[in-house]
């Protein structure tokens, strides 16, 4: 699946949430993302918008698992963002920029086999816990390697990063009743809207969105959504639809055809 159709602006709406974005480097990084179909993090850490280093310890806090400050009684605590910041850069360079889930980072870089993964995943499956939570808790993966996955996942490999992380407290953050909850939900737009299914729930934004890219990459379902609900609140953070991917590949296949090349994506 193209990029440009991957939830980014939900994730990026996390971002701001937490302090790490405004609205407006939010809508910068969106458009460059759109038009250049990189990665939003990839994105965020070249411009200078955010840290990898705390894009990391963010995207971790969502998985439940946060990366404290360890504190001395005596002193002040330490805060790592005063520290130089780790470098970083585009993750595969001259490599597929496509999406990879979770569970296949983590495989690939050697922080876990794929017999753990599939135990994991299956204790998702049966409690509905965070993937992230799961594997820290259970002791198959650390936060620090945790956090450099996801760093790798959105775009931005940190490259000094692992003593600093090192340097961190890890802490399991259980899901709090009240969290929103995201669903993943089949659906079909013609003759009339009608949800066929819910394929996937869980309080992680993140996992929501690798099944549903997983779902629409290893299938042709007609649409996908995923919706976020608290309490009564029912909103839809993204849609895909299979005729509205196909008019947009037209589109592109014919400038493309027009110029030699696409120029929605020149620069890139």
């Known amino acids: 699946m193209n990029q440009s159709a991957f939830p980014w602006r939900p994730l990026g709406a996390l971002l701001v949430e937490t302090g790490l974005l405004s609205s407006t480097q939010l809508e910068l990084a969106l458009g460059e993302q759109q038009r250049t179909g990189r990665l939003l993090g990839e994105i965020l850490v070249q411009s200078g918008y955010v840290s990898g280093f705390a894009l990391s310890r963010a ?87 945790l956090a450099l996955a996801l760093a790798e996942q959105h775009g931005v490999e940190l490259e000094t990063s692992t003593e600093l992380l090192a340097d961190l407290r890890t802490v399991i953050k259980p899901s709090l009743p009240g969290e929103p909850v995201y669903r993943v939900r089949e659906v079909v737009y013609e003759p009339r809207y009608q949800v066929r299914q819910v394929l996937y729930q869980g309080t992680n934004f993140l996992e929501a969105a690798d099944f549903a890219v997983g779902v629409v990459n290893d299938g042709d379902p007609e649409g996908v959504e995923i919706e976020r609900a608290r309490g009564e609140e029912r909103e839809t953070v993204w849609t895909y639809s299979r005729s509205r991917a196909a008019a947009t590949a037209a589109a592109q296949k014919g400038l493309a055809e027009t110029f030699g090349f696409d120029p929605t994506l020149w620069g890139s």
């Open 59 to 145: 995207l971790a806090e969502q998985h439940g698992v946060e990366l404290q400050p360890e504190t001395d009684s005596r002193e002040q605590p330490a805060d790592p963002e005063r520290r130089p910041p780790p470098e970083a850069h585009r993750a595969g360079s001259g490599e597929s920029r496509e999406w990879r889930p979770l569970g296949r980072v983590l495989v690939e870089k050697g922080f876990l086999s794929k017999t753990e993964l599939q135990w994991a995943l299956s204790e998702q499956e049966k409690t509905g816990r965070r993937l992230g939570e799961i594997l820290v808790e259970g002791g198959h993966v650390s936060g620090p390697s």
